[in-house]
T-cell receptor, first 111, second 113 residues
Framework: EPEVTQTPSHQVTQMGQEVILRCVPI?????FYWYRQILGQKVEFLVS????????KSEIFDDQFSVERPDGSNFTLKIRSTKLEDSAMYFC?????????FGPGTRLTVT | LAKTTQPISMDSYEGQEVNITCSHN???????ITWYQQFPSQGPRFIIQ???TKVTNEVASLFIPADRKSSTLSLPRVSLSDTAVYYC??????????????FGGGTRVLVKP
């Protein structure tokens, strides 16, 4: 069964550093998403992406965040200057319909 | 977006049926009800979606009464591996692609031996 993959599984970074989280969505999917989940809290929507542009973003997705589909297979989330409060699990998802397929997540730890 | 209310947690035993009820009093006419499952340290996974009456698949059943103000996810004969958080989401149809999912707190189901 096709699946969404994410790398790395765990990233540790220092406050103020830039991080790039990578995702490979399911190949025939056209809609891509990033969500995050702070430990013990809800899964929160960050951004959705379609046709090479952002279709919707949440209040969390401020100027420190950006997304890119650099080639036909990868989908990345960049955080320019990480803060302690960015520590969370980051999930990439992709969909053909509303049924979204989530990746295993990247655990980001900002120290 | 319709607000959903579901129990914070439920305990069960292996082999039992687990029923999780979700309240969504202000559900809109074109809203569907969708359930996702999340295992620890994993991303959510789609379980089932329905609009009215009953929907069944290989994993679960979804019961929706005529007024659609609530719905019940039924997991038959649970095993230890069904221990997870179960989320009820109310919104547009599975056919409407590209829309964000809005997760609530979910119901933490613990299956005991």
């Amino acid at each position: 069964e096709p699946e969404v993959t994410q790398t790395p599984s765990h990233q540790v970074t220092q406050m103020g550093q830039e991080v790039i989280l990578r995702c490979v969505p399911i190949s025939n999917h056209l809609y891509f998403y990033w969500y995050r989940q702070i430990l013990g809290q809800k899964v929160e929507f960050l951004v959705s992406f379609y046709n090479n542009e952002i279709s919707e973003k949440s209040e969390i997705f401020d100027d420190q965040f950006s997304v890119e589909r650099p080639d036909g297979s990868n989908f990345t989330l960049k955080i320019r200057s990480t803060k302690l409060e960015d520590s969370a699990m980051y999930f990439c998802a992709s969909s053909e319909t509303l049924e979204q397929y989530f990746g295993p997540g990247t655990r980001l730890t900002v120290t | 977006l319709a607000k959903t209310t579901q129990p914070i947690s439920m305990d069960s035993y292996e082999g039992q049926e687990v029923n999780i009820t979700c309240s969504h009093n202000n559900i809109a006419t074109n809203d569907y009800i969708t359930w996702y499952q999340q295992f620890p340290s994993q991303g959510p996974r789609f379980i089932i979606q329905g609009y009215k009456t009953k929907v069944t698949n290989e994993v679960a059943s979804l019961f929706i009464p005529a007024d659609r103000k609530s719905s019940t996810l039924s997991l038959p004969r649970v095993s230890l591996s069904d221990t997870a958080v179960y989320y009820c989401l109310v919104g547009v149809s599975i056919k409407a692609a590209g829309n964000k999912l809005t997760f609530g707190g979910g119901t933490r189901v613990l299956v005991k031996p």
